[in-house]
């Protein structure tokens, strides 16, 4: 069970508190996309992503997108953000984020996958062996194949809090 359970759980991108991230060793830091960054129904970056991915960049930070969505989805947030992308990553599968990570010069102990998606994201994660963050959702809306996966997503999450090993909302580093 616990490929499920994320090193860190937060709100959102703007709670991360990076300085921690990086006083663990974290160089890289791969984004999730829909209901991370965005609403899947915005088709552009917000203003406020744009400002804290500067900083982090300032920071030193090395950031990534990583997106299951198609590359005309994700392609306008690579170039606004200025950003790497990945585009129909098939997460949890981890193929195409193990050949990015395989041909950058970082270590699994210097990356970590940011995501909304237990499912998704923390599997894909804990499967490579990298650092996984967990955030909520920002909005309900989800395409089809993630709403499915989400109700999937809820009896686990009752299994995890019955064995008290993550609890939803009780956010931790
Ligand atoms: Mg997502």
């Known amino acids: 069970m616990e490929i499920y359970v994320p090193d860190i759980y937060n709100e959102d991108i703007y ?4 300085d921690v991230l990086m006083s663990r060793g974290i160089k890289c830091l791969i984004f999730d996309l829909d209901n991370t960054l ?3 129904k915005e088709m552009y970056p917000r203003e406020e992503t744009k400002k804290l991915f500067d900083e982090l960049k300032k920071k030193g930070f090395k950031i990534i997108l990583a997106s299951n ?3 005309a989805r994700v392609k306008p947030f690579h170039e606004e953000l200025k950003v790497d992308y990945i585009y129909s990553a098939k997460k949890p599968k981890i193929d195409k984020i193990n050949e990015y990570i395989l041909s ?4 699994l102990d210097e990356i970590a996958l940011i995501g909304d ?10 499967t490579i062996g990298i650092t996984t963050v967990l955030l909520d959702q920002i909005s309900k809306a989800e395409f089809p194949i993630a709403r499915l996966k989400r109700i999937k ?3 686990i999450q009752k299994r995890l809090r019955d064995k008290d090993l993550f609890t939803k909302g009780r956010y931790y580093e």
Request: positive net charge; contains cysteine; charged residues 30%.
């Open 15 to 18: 709670k991360i508190n990076y």
């Open 38 to 40: 965005v609403s899947i």
């Open 69 to 71: 969505s198609i590359k």
């Open 104 to 107: 950058s010069k970082f270590g």
């Open 117 to 126: 998606s237990m499912m998704d994201d923390v599997v894909c994660g804990n």
């Open 153 to 155: 997503e809820k009896k």
